[in-house]
């Protein structure tokens, strides 16, 4: 059965650290990883990933994907009080078919 | 260009009612999946509708069921509610085709009682 691992599930740090947030997956027919924000309601897009060791970046956001090891990681750096949410990780099938992880709670101490 | 936008946004029903959700895309998306979200198993795919037509289904029973109309707005109903069912329903839409790139709705929360 195909499945999606995040971790960790919950996290708090201080401002200013930089967080990694880890993705594996188990997926037949691979397409493509994706990266959501889940603030309070809607998640928001962060990153698709498809290509392995190539690294995407938003500002501070960064995200890069290991398909021999079938994982992806997100990393934060400085990290701001605005960041808190949860993070999605979400891998698409060849089918078309899109499976979430359960997510990370990131909390952000001022 | 607006969002995507979801009726109602907070819902209460019994146990062994119907209910039916409503999603509207974004302009010129085709394509429209929806979500069940709960605490214990997270965000899990019902179904996606692209052009009318049901392209892909999760792991949901029949009491879920959903369509497209010719505009790109969805429904989708749930029959013969259970407690379980209470959760945020999510649709997404996107382009459609060989985007990825989901936008979500704000969701609408089913209680069940």
């Known amino acids: 059965e195909d499945k999606v691992v995040q971790s960790p599930l919950s996290l708090v740090v201080h401002e200013g650290d930089t967080v990694t947030l880890n993705c594996s997956y188990e997926?037949?027919?691979?397409?493509?990883l994706l990266w959501y924000k889940q603030e309070k309601k809607a998640p928001t897009f962060l990153f698709m990933l498809?290509?392995?060791?190539i690294e995407k970046k938003s500002g501070r956001l960064s995200s890069i994907l290991d398909k021999k090891e079938l994982s992806s990681i997100l990393n934060i750096t400085a990290t701001q009080t605005g960041d808190s949410a949860i993070y999605l990780c979400?891998?698409?099938?060849?089918?078309?078919?899109?499976?979430f992880g359960k997510g990370t709670r990131l909390h952000i101490l001022p | 260009k607006a969002g995507v936008t979801q009726t109602p946004r907070y819902l209460i029903k019994t146990r062994g009612q119907q209910v039916t959700l409503s999603c509207s895309p974004i302009?010129?998306?085709?394509?429209v999946s929806w979500y069940q979200q709960t605490p214990g198993q997270g965000l899990q795919f019902l179904f996606e509708?692209?052009?009318?037509?049901?392209?892909n289904k999760g792991n949901f029973p029949g009491r879920f069921s959903g369509r497209q109309f010719s505009n790109s707005r969805s429904e989708m109903n749930v029959s013969t509610l259970e407690l379980g069912d209470s959760a945020l329903y999510l649709c997404?839409?996107?382009?459609?085709?060989?985007?990825?790139?989901?936008?979500f709705g704000p969701g609408t929360r089913l209680t069940v009682t």
């Open positions: 997404a839409s996107s382009p459609g085709g060989n985007s990825y790139e989901q936008y």
């Open positions: 997926v037949t027919n691979f397409r493509s």
């Open positions: 498809t290509s392995s060791g």
């Open positions: 979400a891998v698409e099938d060849r089918d078309d078919k899109i499976i």
């Open positions: 302009s010129g998306h085709r394509s």
């Open positions: 509708y692209f052009s009318e037509t049901q392209r």
